[in-house]
T-cell receptor, first 114, second 108 residues
């Protein structure tokens, strides 16, 4: 089954404790992206990757890191989480050259930073 | 940068037609997408317009006018299950920007 998976689905942590949210897709997509969703703000892009070893900042990259060592994986790293990073996070992937530009979203990770 | 505007809430009656508008400001415009998100769920893709005109997919249609920086999503024969949030999104170069979403409530 074609899908995007994220882990963990729920996480409660404390300020400053490094964490990684994993994202994996099995559709051989070139483009992958991380978004955060907050009430009244919609989805905001954090980072995106056009292919292996190619990443770039989205609209809200501060406090986050990403890596793309393999095509299928795109982990999101919070080196020192803060309460303002409490949010719902979505990973997504798409075919870079696809005519529809359809993004496939993972199920989401709800993060709470205390 | 990019910015999009769409209404925050819309209410419509089951069986009716509803149009959700989206205006955008961006550079390097590639196309306009629409996504549906039910409460507690992930966004799912509905449609994409790269060129002017209307794209139809079943009960849903999407329209784009590049010269007006405007698009809309048209939902026909509304069903209760269409109650959800609808987001427009633009891709500008490789960056994607979403609108804040329109919460559609379908009432009997």
């Amino acid at each position: 089954e074609a899908q995007v998976t994220q882990n963990p689905r729920y996480l409660i942590t404390v300020t400053g404790k490094k964490l990684t949210v994993t994202c994996s897709q099995n559709m051989n997509h070139e483009y992958m992206s991380w978004y955060r969703q907050d009430p009244g703000l919609g989805l905001r892009q954090i980072y995106y990757s056009m292919n292996v070893e190619v990443t770039d900042k989205g609209d809200v990259p501060e406090g986050y890191k990403v890596s793309r060592k393999e095509k299928r994986n795109f982990p999101l790293i919070l080196e020192s989480p803060s309460p303002n990073q409490t949010s719902l996070y979505f990973c997504a992937s798409s075919l870079e050259q696809g005519a529809s530009n359809e993004q496939f979203f993972g199920p989401g990770t709800r993060l709470t930073v205390l | 940068g990019q910015s999009l505007e769409q209404p925050s809430e819309v209410t419509a009656v089951e069986g009716a037609i509803v149009q959700i508008n989206c205006t955008y400001q961006t550079s390097g415009f590639y196309g306009l997408s629409w996504y549906q998100q039910h409460d507690g769920g992930a966004p799912t893709f509905l449609s994409y317009n790269a060129l002017d005109g209307l794209e139809e997919t079943g009960r849903f249609s999407s329209f784009l006018s590049r010269s007006d920086s405007y698009g809309y999503l048209l939902l026909q024969e509304l069903q209760m299950k269409d109650s959800a949030s609808y987001f427009c999104a633009v891709k500008s170069y490789q960056k994607v920007t979403f609108g804040i979403g329109t919460k559609l409530q379908v009432i009997p």
